[in-house]
């Protein structure tokens, strides 16, 4: 989910810079750092951004280059020439000397100087519009582009896991056959006790059955398969994946449990390290 875009518009005497940055995150989290005259349409482009880009951490920064110097503020006449009348009142009143230095004096009162208030107009929003979608369009590529090589390292390792589990296959035989002995040696060496044969037989074939992984096999290749399935859907499934890769765990670790044999347990193992690798990368996944 990790992108960046950046767009600019141009405007009669400004210059507009839209930045957009996506880090990795389960939840859509937007941070906004706009000039304050845009903030009244701060929700229209949290709006277009959540509906876009769907999920990540996400700033968006928007700056603006003034191209002519323009003057902010604007004398305000009626309130300078009311502290023009007053102070000469005061003074011939008082009968001291007026002001040789005027504008120094007025320009130094309260609200002489009164600022403009800057408003946005259509011109101009549609502008800043135009920009943020080109930013998101440069992000979403970039993250198609990130995507293709994520696919690929994800198919890698569900393809490892595979080969991994074709490998469990020689070592159950043997795993039943190793336990078989094992009950028969520890039957032999308890000299002078008689068992039933019949009950013994019954008893192991229980045993074995609880040692048996073959469900665990077919549901772990069905969870392979339908991973890949879904990695190739075009429409955003990274939090299906994760819940795909949990399954996947679960199963091995089941294995794991059940396998009773060391080398199906260094299978085990070398499984658990390729999943923990998916579900690290699966963040990543939209």
């Known amino acids: 989910m990790t992108g960046y875009g950046k767009s600019t518009a141009e405007i009669p005497n400004k210059k ?41 951490k996400i700033d968006l920064t928007i700056t603006v280059e003034q191209l002519v110097k323009d003057v902010s503020s604007r004398i305000d006449h009626h309130v300078m020439a009311q502290y ?39 011109e101009e929003w549609e502008a800043i519009e135009a920009a943020v979608d080109n930013a998101v369009d440069e992000v979403i590529a970039f ?36 336990v078989k002995l094992r009950l028969y040696e520890g039957l032999k060496s308890l000299e002078g006790i ?20 073959s469900e665990e096999k077919e549901r772990l290749a069905n969870h392979l398969d339908y991973f890949v399935e879904t990695l190739d859907n075009e429409q955003s499934q990274g939090r299906k994946l994760g819940f795909i890769a949990q399954e996947i765990g679960r199963e091995i670790n089941t294995m794991g449990a059940k396998s009773n044999h060391s080398e199906i347990q260094r299978l085990v193992v070398q499984m658990k390290d390729e999943l923990e690798q998916i579900k690290e990368q699966v963040l990543n996944v939209l």
């Open 16 to 56: 507009i810079t839209v930045e957009i940055r996506s880090l990795n995150s389960k939840q859509f989290d937007l941070s906004v750092r706009i000039p304050f005259v845009y903030k009244e349409k701060e929700i229209i482009l949290r709006n277009s951004l959540s509906r876009r880009l769907e999920r990540g």
């Open 84 to 122: 023009y009348e007053e102070i000469k009142d005061i003074a011939a009143e008082l009968q001291i000397e007026e002001p040789k230095e005027w504008f120094l004096v007025l320009f130094r009162l309260p609200d002489v100087m009164k600022p403009d208030v800057e408003e946005i107009d259509d």
């Open 143 to 178: 993250r198609k582009q990130e995507g293709e090589m994520l696919g690929s390292v994800l198919r890698e390792k569900i393809e490892n896991i595979r080969l991994l589990l074709d490998k469990v296959a020689p070592y159950e035989a043997e795993r039943i056959e190793r």
């Open 194 to 213: 008689e068992y039933d044969k019949n009950r013994f037989e019954q008893e192991l074939i229980y045993y074995i059955e609880k040692l048996d992984i």
